[in-house]
């Protein structure tokens, strides 16, 4: 007897078979997000070291804060995903 594939006799995706085409659409959003991450500490620097005069300063702790927050945010997304998959 052969192994279940996840497909039925017409060769379609079962219900439990993941979707591909929504895990790309997740790892889409993941980089919109970290794109958005980015350019929101870089925003963020940018008036910070305009209000207190601190050129470089403002800006680079805000993109190291910005890069911490999205590797923590993608991580937390991964996983949740990671651990749905692992269940099935």
């Known amino acids: ?3 279940d594939s996840g497909r ?3 060769g379609e995706p079962t219900e439990d078979e993941p979707n591909l085409w ?3 659409g997740i790892a889409a959003a993941l980089g919109f997000e970290l794109v958005g991450f980015v350019l929101a500490g870089a925003f963020i620097g940018v008036h910070i070291d305009a209000y207190f005069d601190s050129s470089p300063v403002g800006l680079l702790a ?3 804060l ?3 927050a999205a590797g923590l945010h993608i991580y937390r ?3 949740r ?3 749905d998959d692992d269940d099935q």
């Open 1 to 3: 007897m052969m192994p």
């Open 8 to 10: 039925d006799h017409d």
């Open 22 to 24: 929504a895990k790309a």
């Open 62 to 64: 805000s993109m190291g």
């Open 66 to 68: 910005a890069f911490v």
């Open 77 to 79: 997304m991964t996983r």
């Open 81 to 83: 995903f990671l651990i």
